[in-house]
């Protein structure tokens, strides 16, 4: 049997099979960052995944960075997930939520008007998606030294609302030029403190929001996200290869339910240069297919394979894997959209399932 269907132990959560379903935005939440009932329909039906990572979700309102994206941080937010969780759980899923502050890749349309935040006040490239439609982005103020410790504490809020609301745990989204990742790299870093300069200045907010969570939540429901050299938003770093193997050593001491990579650059496998570098699940994603996937679990450059446009337009995609059957497509013009339409209508091998 491939090692795709064999059990895998995550953190304090047993999963069934090493198939992971990525965080994908889908835009399905109203505009108070509470999720619709669709959101429960649509988890649930994908909770054959060994492992779900929800869409990311904002630990505080100052995070939110598109129209129509999930918080965690009012009581309506966390009964809205609630039953998402349920949703999972009722079909013996397993489900960790994915915290995902965008500082500066925001706009003061999406947070009652106030200017986003940011380690350093340089504006992105690029324009941000609004209820008004696509808006350039406005230049971000620098965070204090008491904000920063303000945003830490909020991420572990965050993480505690999750797990009272039923999640097996939460991910720490430190990817796609969102704010973890804005304090990271070196172009949208420019502070003269301590959270500047050095690869172990730029690293601090990082570990320090891990630990808060850590703290809050425990290490075995604690996950984190990377993506070195994704260059999403308007980000790059001067030395990808000393920041990110200094990050990931920096994670071993956490001891944390895994260290999730997604892998976007060619020509650097950063899944060979980061897994011996990591001393816990390495789940290993960035347009996989199955033969990729298996390939690297058989090669123990990483204990779970991580699945993206697959699992959004195939809710039973393991069964289609185990099988060899065909993928459905998925369709680009309904990943942001609203209502049911290329979010819960993907057929399934066997429609009776979802009856």
């Known amino acids: 049997m491939s090692q795709l269907f064999t059990s895998l132990q995550i953190g304090r959560t ?7 379903m990525a965080p994908m935005t889908r835009s399905r939440s109203d ?6 009932d669709l959101v429960a329909h649509y988890y649930g039906q994908r909770a054959s995944a060994g492992l779900i990572i929800t869409e990311g979700v904002f630990p505080t309102s100052m995070g939110k960075g598109y129209v129509r994206t999930p918080g965690i941080e009012t009581s309506a937010q966390v009964a809205a997930w609630q039953g998402v969780v349920e949703a999972v759980h009722a079909k013996g899923g397993r489900i960790f939520m994915q915290l995902m502050h965008c500082g500066r890749i925001s706009h003061p349309s999406l947070i009652s008007g106030e200017t986003p935040v940011a380690p350093s ?7 941000a998606w609004t209820p008004i439609g696509q808006v350039d982005y406005v230049t971000p103020r620098a965070l204090s030294l008491v904000e920063i410790a303000e945003v830490t504490r909020s991420y ?6 999750a797990i009272d609301a039923g999640f097996d745990g939460v991910e720490l989204h430190a990817a796609s030029g969102y704010l973890p990742e804005q304090f990271l790299s070196s172009n949208t870093n420019q502070r003269q403190d301590l959270y500047g300069g050095s690869v172990q200045n730029r690293s601090r907010f990082i570990l320090e929001v891990l630990d808060a969570m850590v703290e809050e939540v425990g290490a075995g429901r604690v996950g984190i996200k ?11 770093d001067a030395a990808p290869v000393d920041t990110y193997t200094y990050l990931v050593d920096q994670l071993r001491g956490f001891d944390l339910a895994y260290l999730h990579v997604a892998q976007f650059r060619p020509g650097i496998d950063y899944h060979s240069l980061l897994r011996p570098h990591f001393n816990g699940p390495y789940l290993a994603g960035g347009g996989l297919d199955k033969r990729r996937a298996e390939t690297l679990l058989a090669e123990r450059l990483a204990d779970a394979a991580v699945f993206g446009g697959a699992f959004l337009a195939n809710p039973d995609l393991p069964e289609r894997l185990r099988l060899g059957a065909a993928l459905n497509t998925p369709d680009k013009s309904t990943f942001y959209s609203e209502g049911a339409k290329g979010y819960v209508d993907y057929p399934y091998l066997n429609e009776t399932i979802d009856a």
Do not use: C, H, Y
């Open 226 to 236: 990377i993506a070195p050299e994704m260059n999403f938003n308007d980000i790059n």
């Open 121 to 127: 006040a340089i504006k992105p490239a690029g324009q």
């Open 31 to 36: 505009d108070e960052g509470v999720p619709s």
């Open 14 to 20: 047993t999963v069934r099979n090493r198939l992971v």
């Open 156 to 161: 572990a809020l965050a993480a505690r609302r």
